[in-house]
């Protein structure tokens, strides 16, 4: 079943060179055929509650290629910098059948 990697920014971004070297060890890595882009800070509209500062949604075939992506070593050595760069909730949600 259709998984979704879903992270939130919840405020600006405290350090840009960090982000930077978290763009930058994604763009490095070939991103894997399973994962789909489907949002990447795009125009947000909040309808209800506080809106995040930014939001990102990936597709994965299932729950479990979205597990392996997020921890493979490629990603798993990005994630201190995005850590660094800015507040974030980051989560995997399955989609319905």
Request: glycine share 8%.
């Amino acid at each position: 079943m259709t998984a979704y990697v879903i992270f939130t920014r919840e405020g600006p971004i405290l350090d840009q060179a960090a982000m930077e070297k978290y763009s930058s060890l994604n763009g490095e890595s070939p991103a894997p055929a399973k994962l789909t882009p489907l949002v990447v800070y795009g125009a947000l509209e909040s309808l209800e509650g506080e809106a995040p500062d930014g939001a990102v949604v990936l597709q994965f075939p299932t729950m479990q290629d979205a597990r392996e992506w997020y921890n493979s070593p490629e990603y798993q050595a990005a994630i201190p910098h995005r850590k660094k760069g800015a507040n974030y909730r980051a989560f995997i949600v399955e989609g319905i059948a």
